[in-house]
């Protein structure tokens, strides 16, 4: 199933409509704050650029437009394009503010309309760079000419700048190029990423030891030279199908001789190549960066294999238009399913990754070249001086990735600075005749791979990551050549990055990097459970973290770099920020991870709350995660806050971040087997280990006794988080105290017992075979007499509240319900507040996004109310108000009374929580209600945390 292509359900569709309701109602604002900024001004000279890069970002909403957009481009009749805009095929002739854009002045000895004018620049241009759209304007009229038309000079489409708030989509051109070819090039790093890996599994099949480490290595090798040989005939780097001439026509038996002969001859340098080498192979240049120095074993190749590389993937694809990054993460899932799932590895999408990378270094390094490029007191000269010393700074930083796999977050982040560098050099080479600037052409690039560093366990993802970043360096060549205006030596390649292959968590960070060298550490390491690592992994874990380090074995595999990126950075001003399952901020993690982190005097500086991270991979993986950013720098901390998984974040400014991501300080909430105040003790339900066959549905339960009617008496109705809440039915057979008599009269109970019985005593556990000594009793047995209360285990993160109920002893709960015997109407109704789930979003473990409520963490370390008498019924009087409102609402399940979408149809009910929250908090003696719904949970976290502080000394 192509998941690309499936359409999103509607929650998401709701979700995207909304944002692009969002994004419409931002464009139009901004648009009329640049119509009131604009308003009555504009002179051609001094005005064009400053115009329309402000309306081309800020409202029409183009990106990199310094990159994208040219100005003043000089044409073969001696004079200039006022813009140029090469994606959209559109020039632009801007003339001053009142000039009649219908009258014709004299240009270049011929009196010309404004429209006329750019014609005719046009027409002295290669067809190629002929534009297919003439924007004339005068800063208080837009005309739009579609030169596609027939009368392309009269028939054009109008509005006045005080009219750009509506009319704004029909500026929308200018960046749907821009748009579309993104998605074009997603669309080919997926395809060419298939390809190659259908090549991948046909030359495979021709070692003859496909298995062995040698020659996996080996197919490694040799599939990211054929790639990057494909991308250097695309890219020019070659001569045109360079790669398809040298090979098309030769015998299967000669092309494995003939790929070891090109791969010598890329790798010698022209002036030491055998004087006599035939002519074909002459034609390839020098490439060097060690791509070609290592001898490997090429398998035989078939007429099959031939035409897939010379046809399917050579012809069929345009290489030079992939994009690294997501190309490096599809070129890597032709590794073997299985050996990605052992190595925890998941592929990032650019849109992921910069939420990484903005908040922990871009956002401020391109606030820092805005305060420079909009600076009016700057004269040309100390511009230049400035931008000359931040584009030296950014020559100077060092990037670390400890667990970089196919280079997505490094290739991402070099793409990232050279447009930042592309700006730069596109303002110092408009200045260059002001200022003399005569050195641009010679060495103007100072962005080198040298800066960034990985490491990565698997060879092939070592390999990807290589070539990837060697592919963004050249694509962003081609661009910058377009700036500077003169050739930029692609090959032979002058530097690499330096991507080590080891295990991150056995090897010495500083002997790669060290850490003083280092800026920014960035990445995606694997996300695997306690419960899915090998013995291995768990023994790393074990030896990174500090000795004395509690439930070490319980902690992610994640963990293991955050605890390693804290002792490495030391006291070095260092920031760096990970991906992560949101486990590392939840439940019994959180104490276990940040503790020995934040003991070396670390705190987080920004994070992304949960959220559900998807990926550009063919098998998508959907999991929910964090992103948490940590240093000891001083900084503002900053919280993107996720209402729900899938929705857009809302950029948040607490005071500050403790682990659980809430705005309290760095308390620890460890598991804890006893409540930490004086309150009923909680329990988990009935656990019977029985294969199922002690469970039955309403069905198969009248099925039964139809058949054993004397059954009846020992059937009970056996209810999870699920039925709980559903209102669903669902039954278990309890013969613990059944009789050998009553066993007489009930052979199929019997049966029943003997597959239990046998049931366990095939289990692989020692415990459970011993539990089939007695297969009529339950591995965990909790079966109260009196009323108890019932708190779901699991339960929709949409809802405000847990449903909790009360239950007597005719029933009996699964070990995903938790039961608090003996409960009186108070517990139920501090339970079932605001304060409660407040404390369990926050400290809580979730499953996936869902609730996931624990007694050892969550209710064993709430610190409960001291309310005197009075205070307390009030209490009791608005927690059975709630279970009054819940009895108005017959035939309505506990899931349909508390979907917060359908909290209209249930007003007593909403009332009802209302008031019990109103009154819990009396009990705490605090008063939040004039706060909106997430300011009111933070000061009750930033409450409990304090009173939790307090109670554990």
Same mark, same amino acid.
């Given at each position: 199933?192509?998941?690309?292509?499936? %359409?999103?359900?509607?929650?998401?569709?709701?979700?995207?409509?909304?944002?692009?309701?969002?994004?419409?109602?931002?464009?139009?604002?901004?648009?009329?704050?640049?119509?009131?900024?604009?308003?009555?001004?504009?002179?051609?000279?001094?005005?064009?650029?400053?115009?329309?890069?402000?309306?081309?970002?800020?409202?029409?909403?183009?990106?990199?437009?310094?990159?994208?957009?040219?100005?003043?481009?000089?044409?073969?009749?001696?004079?200039?394009?006022?813009?140029? #805009?090469?994606?959209?095929?559109?020039? #632009?002739?801007?003339?001053?503010?009142?000039?009649?854009?219908?009258?014709?002045?004299?240009?270049?000895?011929?009196?010309?309309?404004?429209?006329?004018?750019?014609?005719?620049?046009?027409?002295?241009?290669? *067809?190629?760079?002929?534009?297919?759209?003439?924007?004339?304007?005068?800063?208080?009229?837009?005309?739009?000419?579609?030169?596609?038309?027939?009368?392309?000079?009269?028939?054009?489409?109008?509005?006045?700048?005080?009219?750009?708030?509506?009319?704004?989509?029909?500026?929308?051109?200018?960046?749907?190029?821009?748009?579309?070819?993104?998605?074009?090039?997603?669309?080919?790093?997926?395809?060419?990423?298939?390809?190659?890996?259908?090549?991948?599994?046909?030359?495979?099949?021709?070692?003859?030891?496909?298995?062995?480490?040698?020659?996996?290595?080996?197919?490694?090798?040799?599939?990211?030279?054929?790639?990057?040989?494909?991308?250097? !005939?695309?890219?020019?780097?070659?001569?045109?199908?360079?790669?398809?001439?040298?090979?098309?026509?030769?015998?299967?038996?000669?092309?494995?001789?003939?790929?070891?002969?090109?791969?010598?001859?890329?790798?010698?340098?022209?002036?030491?190549?055998?004087?006599?080498?035939?002519?074909?192979?002459?034609?390839?240049?020098?490439?060097?960066?060690?791509?070609?120095?290592?001898?490997?074993?090429?398998?035989?190749?078939?007429?099959?294999?031939?035409?897939?590389?010379?046809?399917?993937?050579?012809?069929?694809?345009?290489?030079?238009?992939?994009?690294?990054?997501? /190309?490096?993460?599809?070129?890597?899932?032709?590794?073997?399913?299985?050996?990605?799932?052992?190595?925890?590895?998941?592929?990032?999408?650019?849109?992921?990754?910069?939420?990484?990378?903005?908040?922990?270094?871009?956002?401020?390094?391109?606030?820092?070249?805005?305060?420079?490029?909009?600076?009016?007191?700057?004269?040309?000269?100390?511009?230049?001086?400035?931008?000359?010393?931040?584009?030296?700074?950014?020559?100077?930083?060092?990037?670390?990735?400890?667990?970089?796999? %196919?280079?997505?977050?490094?290739?991402?982040?070099?793409?990232?600075?050279?447009?930042?560098?592309?700006?730069?050099?596109?303002?110092?080479?408009?200045?260059?005749?002001?200022?003399?600037?005569?050195?641009?052409?010679?060495?103007?690039?100072?962005?080198?791979?040298?800066?960034?560093?990985?490491?990565?366990?698997?060879? /092939?993802?070592?390999?990807?990551?290589?070539?990837?970043?060697?592919?963004?360096?050249?694509?962003?060549?081609?661009?910058?050549?377009?700036?500077?205006?003169?050739?930029?030596?692609?090959?032979?390649?002058?530097?690499?990055?330096?991507?080590?292959?080891?295990?991150?968590?056995?090897?010495?960070?500083?002997?790669?990097?060290?850490?003083?060298?280092?800026?920014?550490?960035?990445?995606?390491?694997?996300?695997?459970?306690?419960?899915?690592?090998?013995?291995?992994?768990?023994?790393?874990?074990?030896?990174?973290?500090?000795?004395?380090?509690? *439930?070490?074995?319980?902690?992610?595999?994640?963990?293991?770099?955050?605890?390693?990126?804290?002792?490495?950075?030391?006291?070095?001003?260092?920031?760096?920020?990970?991906?992560?399952?949101?486990?590392?901020?939840?439940?019994?993690?959180?104490?276990?991870?940040?503790?020995?982190?934040?003991?070396?005097?670390?705190?987080?500086?920004?994070?992304?709350?949960?959220?559900?991270?998807?990926?550009?991979?063919?098998?998508?993986?959907?999991?929910?995660?964090?992103?948490?950013?940590?240093?000891?720098?001083?900084?503002?901390?900053?919280?993107?806050?996720?209402?729900?998984?899938?929705?857009?974040?809302?950029?948040?400014?607490?005071?500050?971040?403790?682990?659980?991501?809430?705005?309290?300080?760095?308390?620890?909430?460890?598991?804890? %087997?006893?409540?930490?105040?004086?309150?009923?003790?909680?329990?988990?339900?009935?656990?019977? #280990?029985?294969?199922?066959?002690?469970? /039955?549905?309403?069905?198969?339960?009248?099925? /039964?006794?139809?058949? !054993?009617?004397?059954?009846?008496?020992?059937?009970?109705?056996?209810?999870?988080?699920? !039925?709980?809440?559903?209102?669903?039915?669902?039954?278990?057979?309890?013969?613990?105290?059944?009789?050998?008599?009553?066993?007489?009269?009930?052979?199929?109970?019997?049966?029943?017992?003997?597959?239990?019985?046998?049931?366990?005593?095939?289990?692989?556990?020692?415990?459970?075979?011993?539990?089939?000594?007695?297969?009529?009793?339950?591995?965990?047995?909790?079966?109260?007499?009196?009323?108890? #209360?019932?708190?779901?285990?699991?339960?929709?993160?949409?809802?405000?509240?847990?449903?909790?109920?009360?239950?007597?002893?005719?029933?009996?709960?699964?070990?995903?319900?938790?039961?608090?015997?003996?409960?009186?109407?108070?517990?139920?109704?501090?339970?079932?507040?605001?304060?409660? *789930?407040?404390?369990?979003?926050?400290?809580?473990?979730?499953?996936?996004?869902?609730?996931?409520?624990?007694?050892?963490?969550?209710?064993?370390?709430?610190?409960?109310?001291?309310?005197?008498?009075?205070?307390?019924?009030?209490?009791?009087?608005?927690?059975?108000?709630?279970?009054?409102?819940?009895?108005?609402?017959?035939?309505?399940?506990?899931?349909?009374?508390?979907?917060?979408?359908?909290?209209?149809?249930?007003?007593?009910?909403?009332?009802?929580?209302?008031?019990?929250?109103?009154?819990?908090?009396?009990?705490?003696?605090?008063?939040?209600?004039?706060?909106?719904?997430?300011?009111?949970?933070?000061?009750?976290?930033?409450?409990?945390?304090?009173?939790?502080?307090?109670?554990?000394?």
């Amino acid at each position: 199933m192509n998941v690309m292509n499936q %359409s999103p359900p509607p929650s998401l569709q709701n979700a995207e409509s909304k944002n692009q309701l969002k994004n419409e109602i931002r464009r139009r604002e901004a648009a009329r704050l640049f119509t009131e900024q604009w308003e009555g001004r504009g002179y051609e000279k001094g005005d064009t650029g400053s115009f329309w890069l402000s309306l081309l970002s800020d409202v029409v909403g183009m990106q990199d437009v310094t990159t994208n957009v040219r100005f003043e481009k000089r044409t073969s009749a001696r004079g200039f394009i006022d813009v140029v #805009i090469a994606d959209a095929k559109t020039f #632009i002739e801007q003339k001053s503010l009142g000039v009649d854009l219908d009258k014709a002045e004299v240009r270049q000895g011929v009196k010309v309309t404004p429209f006329q004018q750019a014609r005719n620049y046009a027409n002295t241009l290669p *067809n190629s760079q002929r534009p297919d759209y003439i924007i004339v304007c005068n800063f208080g009229e837009f005309r739009i000419h579609d030169l596609n038309k027939e009368d392309s000079e009269n028939d054009y489409l109008s509005f006045q700048l005080s009219e750009l708030a509506e009319q704004l989509n029909l500026l929308d051109f200018l960046v749907d190029p821009q748009r579309a070819r993104q998605v074009r090039e997603e669309k080919v790093s997926m395809d060419a990423g298939v390809l190659v890996g259908k090549l991948y599994e046909g030359l495979r099949k021709q070692y003859l030891d496909p298995d062995s480490e040698e020659n996996q290595h080996a197919l490694n090798v040799l599939c990211v030279r054929l790639v990057f040989c494909l991308f250097a !005939e695309d890219a020019g780097l070659f001569h045109k199908d360079a790669l398809y001439r040298y090979l098309h026509g030769a015998p299967p038996h000669l092309v494995r001789g003939m790929l070891k002969e090109l791969f010598q001859v890329l790798n010698t340098p022209v002036g030491q190549r055998d004087p006599y080498l035939d002519e074909a192979l002459k034609a390839f240049p020098y490439v060097n960066g060690g791509l070609f120095a290592e001898e490997a074993e090429i398998p035989p190749f078939t007429e099959g294999l031939i035409d897939l590389l010379l046809h399917e993937v050579s012809q069929d694809t345009d290489w030079s238009t992939i994009s690294p990054t997501i /190309f490096g993460g599809v070129f890597e899932s032709t590794l073997n399913p299985e050996t990605r799932a052992k190595g925890g590895m998941h592929y990032t999408s650019p849109e992921n990754i910069h939420k990484v990378i903005d908040p922990l270094f871009l956002d401020g390094l391109k606030a820092e070249l805005a305060e420079i490029l909009e600076d009016a007191t700057l004269g040309p000269v100390k511009r230049k001086n400035a931008l000359t010393k931040f584009h030296n700074k950014l020559a100077g930083l060092r990037f670390f990735d400890p667990a970089c796999g %196919s280079g997505n977050f490094l290739t991402e982040t070099y793409i990232s600075l050279r447009r930042m560098e592309n700006k730069i050099l596109s303002v110092l080479v408009g200045d260059q005749n002001v200022l003399g600037f005569d050195d641009i052409g010679a060495t103007p690039l100072k962005i080198s791979l040298n800066q960034f560093y990985g490491v990565e366990i698997n060879d /092939f993802a070592v390999a990807v990551a290589s070539t990837a970043l060697w592919i963004a360096q050249l694509q962003a060549n081609i661009e910058a050549q377009t700036i500077i205006t003169s050739n930029i030596e692609d090959l032979p390649l002058h530097d690499a990055a330096h991507i080590h292959h080891a295990n991150a968590l056995c090897v010495d960070w500083a002997d790669i990097l060290a850490p003083g060298e280092c800026n920014y550490i960035i990445g995606n390491p694997p996300f695997l459970g306690a419960r899915n690592q090998s013995k291995e992994q768990k023994a790393e874990i074990k030896d990174v973290f500090p000795a004395g380090t509690k *439930n070490v074995g319980n902690i992610d595999y994640v963990a293991g770099w955050y605890i390693k990126a804290a002792e490495y950075i030391g006291d070095n001003p260092v920031r760096a920020a990970f991906v992560s399952t949101n486990s590392i901020c939840q439940g019994e993690q959180v104490a276990n991870i940040w503790f020995p982190v934040t003991r070396l005097g670390f705190h987080i500086d920004f994070a992304h709350d949960t959220f559900r991270w998807g990926n550009e991979a063919s098998d998508q993986a959907h999991v929910f995660c964090v992103i948490v950013g940590f240093s000891k720098q001083d900084d503002s901390v900053r919280l993107f806050h996720y209402a729900h998984p899938d929705a857009e974040p809302e950029l948040q400014f607490p005071s500050r971040l403790n682990p659980y991501l809430a705005d309290a300080e760095d308390v620890f909430v460890w598991n804890r %087997s006893k409540p930490i105040c004086d309150v009923p003790k909680m329990g988990i339900g009935n656990k019977p #280990i029985d294969g199922g066959h002690y469970l /039955f549905t309403t069905e198969e339960k009248e099925e /039964f006794l139809a058949q !054993e009617p004397y059954a009846e008496k020992f059937f009970r109705k056996f209810l999870g988080s699920r !039925e709980f809440i559903q209102g669903l039915e669902r039954w278990v057979l309890w013969l613990g105290e059944a009789t050998p008599a009553d066993f007489k009269k009930m052979p199929k109970a019997r049966e029943k017992v003997q597959a239990v019985r046998d049931f366990r005593l095939a289990s692989k556990s020692a415990p459970t075979r011993k539990l089939a000594e007695k297969p009529t009793r339950f591995h965990v047995e909790n079966m109260p007499e009196g009323t108890s #209360i019932v708190v779901p285990q699991v339960s929709s993160e949409k809802r405000n509240y847990i449903p909790i109920g009360f239950s007597g002893p005719e029933v009996l709960y699964s070990d995903k319900i938790r039961l608090i015997p003996n409960a009186r109407l108070y517990h139920f109704g501090i339970l079932t507040s605001q304060f409660h *789930n407040s404390w369990m979003r926050t400290v809580g473990v979730r499953l996936k996004s869902d609730y996931s409520y624990s007694n050892g963490i969550v209710y064993n370390n709430f610190v409960w109310p001291e309310p005197d008498a009075e205070v307390e019924a009030d209490v009791v009087k608005h927690a059975q108000a709630v279970l009054d409102a819940r009895e108005l609402y017959t035939g309505s399940t506990l899931a349909d009374m508390y979907d917060p979408d359908n909290a209209f149809l249930y007003p007593e009910l909403v009332k009802a929580h209302k008031e019990l929250d109103a009154a819990v908090e009396r009990a705490y003696g605090v008063d939040f209600s004039a706060l909106h719904d997430d300011a009111r949970e933070q000061e009750i976290v930033a409450h409990l945390f304090e009173l939790y502080s307090e109670a554990v000394g």
